[in-house]
């Protein structure tokens, strides 16, 4: 019999009737009979069921490759449509279902201690794929999956079992809906009755089953298993022409289940797969729903009491603010908290040894809502292997000059320059075996190999004084990369009509990308002997040794820096200031070059003896790009480069001089030891992939090493193999990690703590006579700030790390008891503050203020800067990440109304009267003049957000087809959050396109109040009555203190609609406005940039007014990068 879908046409079938079911309908005209209806509905299964599967499709997202949706495409293929009627029953069906299984011999293999019947229902199931999943009990499962069939399915099973033969089960009573299932000859056969949405969910859960009821014996991990489903085609017999089910309605399926292994097997676990190491062998059950998560986390979902189950640990502890659950070998730690979840880890010791409480505490943990780990959802989830670029022929080599100061009278390379040198004129002789000496080597050896094979062992630092990291590189690699240079600069100079040579000239290595290709490059004779002008001797091979020569001479003076560095720790050299020479100047052949110096900040100077002590000469420059680069194949990270700005070191493993590994005597831990002097602290695998998996992540891994004086921290502990170093292939970045954070002040040991909290102190203490360190080290390593010329506040932590990613020279201090963030912002100094965590309104907000105002009592004015409500009207077209500045029309108005403080009279609500103060005049004298310019910039807040976006990438746009205005309705607010933006009835504005998506700036009054506005006629009430456009929380309790902007990013329109999705963005735009008119206004009065610190006095206000303490603003630069807080 041919297997040919059911064709005909629905349409065709129902015709006659079409009109039939109509004619009886009658209105509900009175509320008897709506209450009458009701009951029906409230009392039909059907109605449940709706509901039911409503809530499922909102909870639940579908797993690749969707098995659940073929089966329901398998089945409607074969079911033919028909029509609702309410003269008559829904067609019924049967579908008959074989399986190849025997789920005895699953529970056998198991060994479970119960009968099959009595363990079936509790038996753990993991449903998803390798790095999303979820783990739960069969009965749990499937009730959360179908929760109106699942159990009577389920408990037909158990009798099945139970009997060993047949079980039948009937399914609410109607009488219409059975299960029957029978096992015979080593097939289980199941005969499902019913309407077709029934007969179709138990046929996805027998498959489920199936799939969930899998040993797999060669098997060492998880394994997926993968469910097929095809229609069975059968004779016609006699017992179906003498049946009352048509046998058009009657189908049958048969089923096959595969089992993997996975397409890519890791030979390590990867991104969320850390939970593998719990099970021996257990089925992942594939295509079938797992309950949606807010973002992409990969782990495994399960229970808190399931999760400790598996680690065979019996307690919850909090170990030194740290959630842990820990058993004896495994411990499993908190990584992330987002809303309603919590991401773990877990650890453990391969070989069944005991694992310390310790190992959780190195690792990073975030900040938790202890409690909240407790409870809600549970999920359990830099390179090994790098590319090298210096020297590659696909390097940047258009280094720009690195513009530092010159090394002064306080560095060790103060005055010292380089010349180029003169070559000797070779001389008519022979020398034969007698005149060479035999330390000079073999006769008639080359010298130029036994230089290079001497530069080899050297080590040199190619700083990006422009992205603020450094690449630790061996000096044949860094005289390669001089070498490419040179040729790229003289080929493109007013010479390069003559020079013979470009960037395709050299024969390359066959791994261009590998440590040893700057060997293989310049020890091959073809590029030795290139020619480099027409007329003219000289060969490649000759410029190679001429800039040997000067590098030479630059390790000679770095010894002079190594010289005076006492053994480790401690160092009499100031760690403030890196010595160097310019990378530019020594490619492009410059006479003399000069000895330069770079600042390095005390969050950055954790590698600065490492590199000392090595004897590392360093190169500045400005534009190095990325020369060493992870070979990922995952998806992108952040970490596909080293981050700019955050004075990042990074090495092939093979470049680390002295590498290895030893036993700690005291702990016993092993170390990775560099040197006799360092050891490298690992705060987590080294060469874990990252958890995240895009990069708009807000989460991802550290993977910065710390490298410290050895013994000073029993914490050093040795967390992954390094294999051998020579021939290893990854890479390291040193620097501060916040998981095992040090202070590296100017002179002196390293310390615990937070380097961000710490300021180079003026001028340094004389060093002690009898110690390896400064005195200085015993002091204060904090400066005061300089006096603070606005005020920022920020009701959120989220809105105060956008103003903090716009910040130049930040800096956080206490005053008052109160932490605050200091800066350069548009040329201003500015002291930013957050109000405390959960709280918001106007109280918090004016007490804030009003501890702002007393600490800094000569501030100009403050901006209020952060997220608000938009409130759109045929006046004002605002979107979703426009930015809504509080300055009203009217002068004598604040921009501030406080529409909540008043009155209630029995004729309705009086506002009082605002005493809240108006913006400043000269503030709104620059805005005038701003909105004034008949060529204004296109996109003046486009740089900025970039920059924001680039630190963070949550801050980035959301995109257009998320911003929805919906017209206002009546409906209520749980169903439009339920719904969410996809099933919502709410009926969408009719908005024309915007031909950008940059934002624009609305200038009006901010209704501001205590509550928060969710209802569309409340908030264009707002407008009518008081013509805001925007409304927030804080702006009243801020205006009443102080003189006050308020700038407000628009994150939502203040209807049922409002969500998050647009909060970080919005947050960015504001702080983005802010820093544009802080620079429009010092453009204005640039009169006020002169002020300088004029003697010290008093720290009463008059004192201060005396000293005018205002600092001297350098230029800003677009684009500067500034280090987001960890």
């Known amino acids: 019999m041919r297997d040919e879908p059911n064709t005909e046409d629905p349409a065709d079938e129902h015709t006659s009737e079409t009109n039939d079911d109509d004619d009886d309908v009658r209105p509900v005209r009175s509320e008897h009979d709506f209450i009458a209806f009701s009951n029906v509905l409230d009392g039909a299964r059907p109605y449940h069921w709706l509901l039911a599967m409503m809530r499922c499709e909102m909870s639940l997202a579908p797993t690749e490759p969707d098995c659940r949706s073929l089966i329901r495409k398998r089945i409607s293929e074969r079911i033919p449509s028909c029509k609702i009627s309410r003269h008559r029953q829904p067609q019924t069906y049967e579908i ?3 399986t190849h ?3 005895w011999d699953f529970f056998e293999r198991q060994q479970y201690s119960s009968s099959p019947e009595e363990t079936a229902e509790n038996v753990i199931v993991v449903v998803g794929s390798e790095t999303n999943a979820q783990a739960t009990t069969c009965l749990e499962y499937m009730v959360q999956t179908w929760p109106m069939t699942g159990e009577h399915t389920l408990n037909c099973f ?5 009997d060993g033969s047949s079980f039948s089960q009937s399914v609410g009573t109607d009488g219409i809906s059975t299960i029957s299932m029978s096992f015979q000859s080593g097939r289980l056969t199941s005969i499902s009755r019913g309407t077709r949405a029934f007969v179709t969910e138990i046929s996805e859960q027998l498959v489920w089953l199936e799939s969930a009821m899998q040993n797999h014996g060669e098997a060492d991990n998880v394994w997926p298993v993968l469910s097929g489903f095809e229609y069975l085609p059968k004779q016609s017999t006699e017992e179906d022409v003498g049946s009352v089910t048509p046998s058009a309605s009657r189908l049958s399926y048969i089923t096959a289940v595969s089992c993997g292994p996975f397409r890519v097997v890791a030979t390590e676990p990867g991104e969320g ?13 594939q295509g079938f729903p797992i309950p949606k998560r807010l973002e992409h986390e990969s782990g495994l979902e399960l229970s808190l009491d399931l999760m400790a189950s598996w680690a065979q640990a019996r307690y919850f502890n909090v170990f030194r603010q740290t959630p842990m659950i820990k058993g004896f070998s495994s411990l499993l730690y908190p990584t992330k908290q987002s809303a309603g979840s919590t991401t773990w880890h877990l650890r453990f010791n391969e070989d069944g040894s005991h694992i310390s409480f310790m190992e959780g505490i190195s690792c990073y943990a975030p900040t938790l809502d202890i409690p909240a780990v407790s409870q809600g959802r549970h999920i359990l989830g830099w390179c090994k292997k790098a590319e090298f670029y210096a020297g590659a022929p696909d390097a940047m080599y258009a280094v720009d000059d690195s513009m530092l100061p010159a090394a002064d009278a306080n560095c060790v ?4 320059n380089i010349h180029q040198g003169t070559l000797l004129k070779q001389g008519n002789f022979q020398l034969g075996v007698k005149d060479v000496p035999t330390r000079l080597g073999r006769f008639g050896s080359d010298p130029y190999s036994r230089c290079l094979q001497w530069l080899h062992a050297q080590r040199v630092v190619l700083w990006d004084e422009a992205d603020k990291r450094g690449w630790l590189i061996n000096g044949v690699s860094a005289l390669l990369h001089l070498l490419r ?19 395709h000239s050299l024969a390359e290595s066959a791994d261009p990308h590998s440590a040893r290709a700057a060997v293989e490059v310049l020890m091959n004779e073809h590029n030795r002997n290139l020619k480099l002008f027409p007329h003219e001797p000289e060969q490649l091979k000759d410029q190679v040794e001429h800039l040997f020569n000067i590098l030479e001479q630059m390790i000679a003076h770095q010894g002079a820096i190594h010289e005076q560095c006492l053994v480790m720790p401690g160092s009499e050299l100031s760690r403030k200031r890196v010595e160097g020479w310019d990378f530019s100047e020594f490619a492009q052949g410059r006479d003399p070059i000069d000895a330069w110096s770079a600042e390095i900040p005390v969050v950055g100077r954790s590698w ?12 500045f420059g400005r534009g190095f790009g990325d020369l060493i680069r992870p070979v990922h194949s995952t998806v992108p990270c952040l970490w596909d480069q080293v981050p700019h700005g955050s004075y990042y070191l990074t090495s092939l493993v093979r470049d680390i001089q002295g590498l290895g590994q030893v036993r700690c005597p005291r702990s016993g831990n092993l170390t990775t030891r560099i040197g006799a002097r360092f050891d490298l602290h690992i705060p987590s695998k080294i060469f874990k992939p990252c958890r995240c998996t895009t990069p708009q992540a807000e989460d991802h891994d550290s993977y910065v090493q710390v490298v410290l004086p050895s013994g000073s921290s029993e914490l050093l502990r040795l967390s992954e193999p390094l294999d051998r170093p020579l021939t290893h292939g990854g890479a390291i970045i040193f620097g501060h990690n916040p998981a095992f954070s040090w202070v590296w002040k100017d002179f002196g040991p390293p310390e615990l703590g937070n380097p961000l909290l710490f300021r180079d102190p003026e001028p340094r203490a004389t060093p002690s006579s009898d110690s390896g360190y400064s005195s200085q080290a015993a002091s204060s390593n904090a400066a005061v700030p300089s006096e603070p010329e606005i005020g920022i506040i920020c009701a959120l932590s989220k809105e105060l790390k956008a103003v903090w990613a716009l910040l130049d020279c930040a800096d956080q201090r206490g005053t008052d008891a109160n932490p605050y963030l200091f800066g350069h912002l548009g040329g201003y100094s500015v002291v930013a503050a957050c109000l405390p965590q959960g709280e918001y309104g106007t109280s918090a907000a004016a007490a804030a203020a009003a501890h702002l105002a007393r600490s800094f009592p000569q501030l100009e004015f403050t901006l209020l800067v952060g997220i608000g409500g938009g409130i759109p009207s045929s006046t004002h ?6 930015v809504v500045v509080g300055l009203p029309a009217n002068p004598q108005e604040p921009g501030v109304v406080q529409y909540d403080a008043g009155k209630i009279r029995q004729d309705g609500f009086e506002l009082k009267r605002s005493s809240l103060q108006p913006p400043p005049l000269h503030v709104k004298k620059v805005v005038a003049t701003m909105e004034a310019d008949p060529n204004p910039p296109s996109q003046p807040l486009d740089g900025y957000l970039r920059h924001i976006a680039h630190k963070s990438p949550k801050y980035a746009y959301p995109g257009a087809d998320k911003d929805i205005l919906y017209e206002p309705n009546d409906l209520p607010v749980l169903l439009c959050e339920t719904w969410g933006a996809s099933g919502c009835m709410c009926t969408p504005q009719d908005r024309p396109p915007r031909p950008s998506t940059h934002p624009q700036v609305h200038y009006g009054p901010i209704a501001s109040g205590n509550s928060v506005v969710k209802d569309a006629a409340t908030r264009d009430e707002l407008a009518r009555v008081y013509g805001a456009i925007c409304v927030e929380m804080e702006a009243a309790g801020i205006a009443n203190e102080l003189q006050c902007v308020v700038i407000r990013g628009i994150c939502d329109y203040a209807d049922s609609h409002k969500t998050k999705l647009w909060q970080e963005y919005a947050a960015a735009t504001a702080a983005a406005y802010a820093k544009h008119l802080l620079t429009q206004m010092r453009r204005s009065y640039p009169q006020r940039r002169k002020r300088k610190r004029a003697g010290s006095g008093g720290s009463s206000p008059e004192a201060r007014e005396r000293r005018g303490v205002y600092p001297e603003i350098s230029s800003e630069v677009d684009g500067h990068d500034i280090s987001l807080p960890h």
């Open 96 to 98: 008959t279902i074989e």
């Open 101 to 103: 299984w025997n789920p």
């Open 158 to 162: 158990l009798g099945l079992l139970k």
């Open 273 to 285: 797969q850390c939970w593998h190491a719990l099970f021996r062998s257990v089925p992942i059950v």
């Open 413 to 416: 390379l103060g005055g010292a």
């Open 485 to 503: 240079a040179y040729i790229a600069f003289t080929s493109e100079s007013d010479f390069g009509a003559e020079f013979l040579l470009n960037g």
């Open 608 to 619: 600065i003896d490492l590199v000392r002590s090595i004897g590392a000469v360093v190169l």
């Open 877 to 882: 077209d605002i979107r979703l990440g426009d």
